[in-house]
């Protein structure tokens, strides 16, 4: 079961900082999502590429995410 939840909060962390990236949301929204749920905290990834992103949310196959990153990352190349 620990796999799972390490698991799951590995998706919580990429999504978060998917959200932010494409700018879905603010820190200061997180925050404010945080206090209305049950949760203690909300994580993102220390060291991330726009790349990492692409390459787990591929894993999870989750091909949208993965076209709208590798869209971002094409205009942030220009």
């Excluded at 404010?32 to 060291?47: A, G, I």
């Excluded at 894993?59 to 990352?73: A, G, H, Q, R, V």
Aim: charged letters at 35%.
């Amino acid at each position: 079961m620990e796999f799972l939840d390490d698991l799951e909060e590995l998706n919580d962390i990429m999504h978060n900082a998917y959200l932010i990236v494409t700018k879905k949301k603010t820190l200061e929204s997180l925050y404010k999502d945080l206090r209305k749920s049950n949760k203690t905290h909300f994580s993102l990834p220390f060291d991330f590429s726009i790349d990492d992103l692409i390459e787990h949310f591929s894993n999870m196959e989750d091909f949208d995410k993965c076209n709208e990153l590798s869209k971002l990352k094409n205009v942030q190349r220009n």
